[in-house]
Structures are given as C-alpha cells and as structure tokens.
C-alpha cells in the first residue's frame, strides 16, 4: 500500500499539469495554425487559387501530425517524432513561397511580350486602358490575370497610379517598378509612352541577356553545388540498398540516432547555404 503512494502522487501531479497547460497549449496551437493558414491563404488567392479556407485548415493540422508520426515509426524514439513534426510545419509554406516564387518568373518572362503588345496598341491610336485590355484578351496568365485585376479594380474607381501600386505589391520584381515608375512619371509629366515602352523592352532584353551570361558562366560552381548536396543522400541510399543493417547503429543506438539527428540538420544548413551563395542578382 505505501508503494502506491508514491506513484498515486506522480499521477495526480502529471495529471493536474496536464489539466493546466494541455487547454493552453491546445489554444496556442490552433491559434497559430490559424495565423499561418490565413497567411498562406492570402498568399493563393494573390496567386488566383482559390481553396476553401476549412480544407486549408485541415491540411495545416494533419501535415505536422501526419510526418510526425511517420517519423515516430521510423526512428522510434521521440527526436522521429520532433522532426516529422517540424517538417510538417515548414513543408506548406515553403510549397506555396515556391510556386509564388514560380508564378512570379513567369510573370517576369512575359513583360517584354506584354509591352510590345501594349506599345503597338498605343501606336495604332488606343488608349492606355484599351491596350490593357488588348493585353489581357492576348497574354496567356499570370500576366493576364494581373492585369485583368488592374482594369477592373481602375473601372471601380481606383486611380490607375494606385492600381499599378497594388500590381507592384503583387509582384514585386525589379522590371515591373520600372514600367510603373514610368508610366506614372508620363502620365503626369505628359510624353511619348510607347517610346518609354520601346526603351523598357530594350533595357529589359539586355538586362536577361546579362543575367543568363552570368549564369552561364557560374554553371560550373552551381553544379558543384547541386553535387554537394546529393552526394551524401545518395551515398546513403546506396549504402542502405547494399547493406540494410549498416544503418543499425543509427537507427537503434541513441548516440547514432542523436548523430543521425545532427547529420540531417547539417544537410539542411549546408543545402540553404549552397542556395543563398549560388544565387547571384542581377
């Protein structure tokens, strides 16, 4: 009976402290999700996704829970279940940053087409609005959507400065500040726009003829790069196809396991790295 005590009082002590902080973190928690989800909503809807926000919700909430306890099954121990866990709160947002980060170089690739339409409208005697619109009916999206946005949100009454402000929040690139600085610049100063829109696409052409000689020439240390960074995945896909139970120690023992840990880490250090120093602007 007195050996009961003891493990009487731990449980009643675990269990007020769960009574007390598991509600708190369970609000935190889906306070957070919340914050995140209406983020990354924000984020598809300027990309013309449009999903509902409940399953958004529902992806965000089982993605950490989901790898969590891919992890725990994998590895076996609570470090698995830590890092399937944080895998899964990072995973959705770096898959939405890049396929904004892919919508917006297509958008970038399609400026120069978009001004020579817009150019050859205002040559053939239209107005600004009527060249967008001859943008919108022949550019394919993302710039026709963009653009679509602009017209309509200008024929709300929206001052046309303001909706090129509001583009330029969308898409923020280097080019696209360039052709609103200028148009507002001659919308209210006066002169000739399709020469500035002549000067655009030449300066743009040259700038990516400039950014792809760069690129040409740093080929070799991106390469290198990409190297370094599949070299130890797949030395250890090799390894474990050749011999499975080389990987026993890792797995099984806590020192290997908390070595494992810190190799998986590194990599990713050293990928974000490799990333950040092969990145060259222009």
């Known amino acids: 009976m007195l050996r009961l005590v003891p493990l009487l009082l731990m449980f009643g002590a675990v269990s007020l402290l769960a009574y007390k902080y598991i509600p708190l973190f369970l609000e935190r928690y889906t306070k957070a999700q919340k914050n995140r989800f209406e983020n990354v909503g924000t984020k598809l809807d300027e990309m013309f996704i449009f999903k509902e926000r409940q399953r958004l919700l529902k992806i965000f909430t089982i993605t950490p829970l989901s790898l969590g306890l891919i992890g725990f099954i994998v590895l076996q121990n609570l470090i698995g279940l830590g890092a399937g866990v944080a895998l899964g709160f990072l995973l959705p947002p770096i898959i939405i940053k890049n396929m904004s980060s892919m919508r917006r170089n297509k958008f970038q690739g399609q400026l120069v087409d978009a001004l020579m339409i817009l150019s050859g409208s205002l040559k053939a005697g239209m107005s600004l609005n009527q060249a967008l619109e001859v943008l919108v009916e022949e550019m394919p999206a993302p710039i026709s959507d963009e653009f679509a946005l602009v017209i309509k949100e200008n024929k709300m009454g929206v001052t046309m400065e303001d909706c090129l402000a509001h583009l330029k929040h969308r898409m923020p690139t280097d080019d696209l500040e360039l052709i609103t600085i200028a148009i507002g610049i001659v919308r209210e100063t006066g002169g000739d726009l399709t020469e500035v829109f002549d000067n655009l696409v030449f300066t743009i052409r040259e700038k990516q003829k400039l950014y792809n000689r760069v690129r040409a020439l740093t080929v070799q240390g991106r390469l290198q790069g ?9 030395f250890s896909i090799f390894i474990y196809y050749i011999n499975p139970h080389s990987f026993d120690v890792l797995l099984k023992d806590k020192l290997g396991q ?25």
């Open 226 to 234: 990409y190297i370094m960074m599949l070299l130890p995945i797949g």
């Open 258 to 282: 908390t070595l494992l840990t810190w190799s998986v880490i590194s990599e990713g250090l050293g990928i974000i790295f490799i990333r950040k120093f092969s990145k060259i602007e222009v």
